[in-house]
């Protein structure tokens, strides 16, 4: 969770290694304007009101990689 006690994550690469393609993240980043912020790293963070909706958003965005958490200073790509 995020300082503000919401589940966030942090859109990247599938675990299969292949990135979102181009058309898929700018649908998701559409879709999710009101929800999405960028970490002081300029990294893309998607803030879901409930561990459930982070759930529904994984299930609907199956290219987009969902990270719970990661170092400061580490580029996700």
Known sequence: MNTCGR???RP?????GNGPDVQ????????NTLKLA???DGNL??????RVNL??????WPKVAFHDTRE??????
């Open 55 to 60: 759930t529904l958003a994984q299930e609907r």
């Open 38 to 40: 960028k970490d002081v």
């Open 12 to 16: 990247g690469k599938p675990a299969n």
């Open 45 to 50: 963070v998607y803030l879901a009101d409930t």
């Open 24 to 31: 898929h993240l700018a649908e998701f980043t559409k879709a």
């Open 7 to 9: 589940p966030a994550a």
């Open 72 to 77: 400061h200073g580490q580029g996700m790509s």
